[in-house]
């Protein structure tokens, strides 16, 4: 019902930038708010950033705030994660994420996952 295309990955230095996009495509898809989760090696998958269906609320996580932005395009309902001074524990695998329901960002309320895109952050 809802596709979730994530990419813009790469290997960074520390410091550094980099820009992933997520092409959302469906019917429905514009009725679901969409967000942003990572997943380190050996860590539990976590919330990094959320944002509503309407574009213009959105919420991150302490660890990424004043670092990472999250947009959307509600023309196409592609979204992107600006993400800027990168540390190396940042280094994980990125994934696009949609939900219709819940309040938290919990795990348990995502109902479409992206392939994930994998994010390298060099000391």
């Known amino acids: 019902q809802v596709q979730l295309v994530e990419s813009g990955g790469g290997l960074v230095q520390a410091g550094g930038s980099l820009r992933l996009s997520c092409a959302a495509s469906?019917?429905?898809?514009?009725?679901?708010?969409m967000g942003w989760f990572r997943q380190a090696p050996g860590k539990e998958r976590e919330f990094v950033a959320g944002?509503?269906?309407?574009?213009?609320?959105?919420a991150y996580a302490d660890s990424v705030k004043g670092r990472f932005t999250a947009s959307r395009n509600i023309a196409n309902n592609a979204m992107s994660l600006q993400m800027n001074s990168l540390k190396p524990e940042d280094t994980a695998v990125y994934y696009c994420?949609?939900?219709?329901?819940?309040?938290?960002?919990?795990?348990?309320?995502?109902?479409?996952w992206g392939q994930g895109t994998q994010v390298t952050v060099s000391s």
């Open positions: 469906g019917r429905t898809v514009s009725s679901y708010a």
């Open positions: 944002i509503m269906r309407s574009g213009s609320s959105a």
């Open positions: 994420a949609a939900r219709s329901l819940g309040s938290s960002w919990s795990i348990r309320d995502i109902e479409y």
